[in-house]
């Protein structure tokens, strides 16, 4: 099956969003700052991202079979103290909308941005298709003016068939910045810039030698355990340190072959989230990677809207994958004996 249509969609709503998130990024004021009930932070530009890729998804393609399984929900803005906040995306909205030119004609009210936020309660599942979407995945990074991505995918009979990150901060070359990596299930992945250059075809790296590979994890510490990965690296063999960045950007940085490994332990107790992982993985898969759970399981993006998992979610090429498993092992049981 071919997914064409759907794949150009993906890549003008995520380029969109993205336009969107970085006028926001420019003009980041503190009072942008919303704090959810998990305490991560939200902004206006999550909600317009997430906003902005519902209508676009929703005028390119049928509306009527519409789904789509999203981080953000309208619940706050739904709340007097929302009220501010919710016209200033509003505005956001409408600009990006009307700034190209194809879905601006009417604006949208309050009422239509809540309910194209709402469109993403989507529990997701096994049959039938659904959109996934991060509208901005990294948001901490994204409030520091670093690393962030808008990150969607596409499930069908729980699957993911298309994977499309936007990553408005990442280098595409030594003079440009802004990336827009897209994946077809057996379609290879792409990376073009974000106002639309000719894509080029990307590879994870080949190298097989662990000791000259480079590896990936968070930058925040609280969001995955920075010591294990580096008693993994240690016993792999791996010399250079740490590269830590933001978001989905890892999986669209290991793609093109910047780094061989990227490594992602959450602190206990965390579940993953498919938003989190859905178009990253594809991204990776079809540019020759492996993506799987600590334990050499395949990820699963079948269950809803999290992701059950053995410990962690471990990347890196084919060649590499075997030795990786057996160090992730290894630190693991090394880990649980210590305690
Ligand atoms: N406590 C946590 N542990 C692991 N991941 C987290 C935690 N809190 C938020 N995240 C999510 O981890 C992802 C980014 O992680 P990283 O940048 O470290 O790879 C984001 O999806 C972020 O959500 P969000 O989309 O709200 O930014
Ligand atoms: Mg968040
Ligand atoms: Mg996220
Ligand atoms: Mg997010």
Known sequence: MSYGKELAAAKNAASLAARLCQKVQKALLQADVQSKSDKSPVTVADYGSQAVVSVVLQKELD?????LVAEEDSGDLRKEEGKETLQRIMKLVNETLASDGTYGNAPLSEEDVLAAIDSGRSEGGPSGQHWVLDPIDGTKGFLRGDQYAVALGLLDEGK????????PNLPLSEE?????FYAQVSGGTYMQSLDGSTPTKVHVTDLDN???ASFFESFEATHSLHDLSSLIAKKLGVKAPPVRIDSQAKYGALSRGDGAIYLRFPHKGYREKIWDHAAGYLVVAEAGGVVSDAAGNPLDFSKGRYLDLHEGIIVTNQKLMPALLKAVKESLNEKASSL
């Open 160 to 167: 993911v068939v298309l994977g499309v990150l936007a990553c």
């Open 63 to 67: 509306s009527a079979s519409f789904s």
């Open 210 to 212: 662990p000791e000259e």
């Open 176 to 180: 440009k910045v802004g990336c827009l």
